[in-house]
């Protein structure tokens, strides 16, 4: 007999993982969500649509798959513990328009993967309650692969959301930051509270929407050596942003001219610290580094 209640619902959820006897892997970040009202906000954010291609990482037991494959024309998922994948072909199988790969997405090759499976060249979305481990990684598997995703509406540690979004100046803002928004404008959608998962994490979480920019937010000659400056601009917290660099880049007589003389032509100050500089700031910083030849 075909069930029509929800995946998400928290006894149908119950039922699912008895009658399969799963049980939960914490190293997978396996917290699944069973409010369906949360899950039906996720997909209004992303704004799914038949005219849309979405791939999900880590389905679980396909609680937002379901949602997904509700409104978008395909939806991909990525799942790495094998023990799901018996347990998605029974929660899906009323959902012809969804492809489970058995795989780390980390180790995915998006661009072939979505080119085979998706049959029509839509808008990508990538939609997701993320495994927490590795949330910055496959943010970065993502953003540095080159398939182009239109909009991220991923679920994170509220923390790690607050970092990626935060702004020049706060506190939470760092190289993660620099590092997404060079490439998405990101907004924090909503904040999800810990109880509506099984098992519960410790921490709230925060759904975030990234959007592609139609070019990366500041223009750079070398992105390897803006991303490589910027690191090396937080290296520690509380050093100025002349400590860090010297640290970074060494502290003979050469490049400490190399450095000052870098800082005086963009007008940075050496005394600030790497929180306080824009962008722009350290895009110009960057690109100045890398015309004198370093
Ligand atoms: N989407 C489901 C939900 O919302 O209820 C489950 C989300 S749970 C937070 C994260 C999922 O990611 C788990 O199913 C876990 O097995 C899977 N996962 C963990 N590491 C992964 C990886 N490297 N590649 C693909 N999936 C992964």
Redesign the pocket.
């Known amino acids: 007999m075909k069930d029509h209640r929800e995946i ?1 619902n928290p006894s149908h959820t119950r039922e699912i993982l008895a009658r399969h006897g799963f049980t939960f ?1 914490k190293s ?7 409010e369906p009202n949360i ?1 039906r906000k996720i997909v209004q954010t992303a704004d799914i649509t038949e005219k849309v291609n979405v791939i ?10 379901e949602h997904l494959a509700q409104h978008a024309n395909q939806v991909l ?5 094998d023990r ?1 994948i018996p347990v998605l072909a029974d929660t899906l199988q009323a959902y012809p328009n969804v492809t489970i790969k058995h ?6 090759d998006l661009v072939g993967i979505t080119k085979e499976v998706f049959k029509e060249n839509l808008p990508i979305k990538v939609v ?7 949330t910055t990684p ?1 943010m970065m598997h993502f953003l540095e692969s080159n398939l182009v995703v239109d909009e991220m509406v991923v ?1 994170m540690q509220k923390e790690v959301a607050d970092r990626i979004s935060a702004a020049p100046g706060s506190k939470a803002y760092g190289s993660l930051s620099i590092a997404v928004q060079y490439y998405m404008e990101a907004s924090l959608a909503f904040i999800v509270p810990k109880t509506v ?1 099984v098992p519960q994490p410790n921490v709230d979480s925060a759904i975030l929407k990234l959007t592609r920019r139609a070019q990366p937010a500041v223009a750079v000659d070398d992105e390897k050596a803006f991303f490589k400056l910027t690191k090396a601009a937080f290296l520690l917290r509380r050093k100025t942003l002349w400590n860090n660099l010297l640290n970074y880049y060494g502290k003979d007589e050469a490049t400490k001219t190399w450095l000052t003389q870098a800082l005086q032509t963009v007008g940075i100050d050496p005394k600030r610290r790497g929180e306080t500089l824009s962008l722009q700031e350290f895009a110009d910083l960057s690109n100045q580094l890398v015309r004198t030849n370093r």
Do not use: H
């Not at 997978?28 to 069973?34: A, D, K, M, R, V």
């Not at 999900?56 to 798959?65: H, K, S």
């Open positions: 998400a892997k997978l970040g396996q917290n699944f969500l069973t899950l999900e990482v880590g389905p679980g037991i396909g609680a937002l798959t998922a990525f799942e790495i513990d799901l795989q780390d997405v980390l180790q995915a997701a309650n993320l495994p927490y481990y590795i496959i679920m998962f």
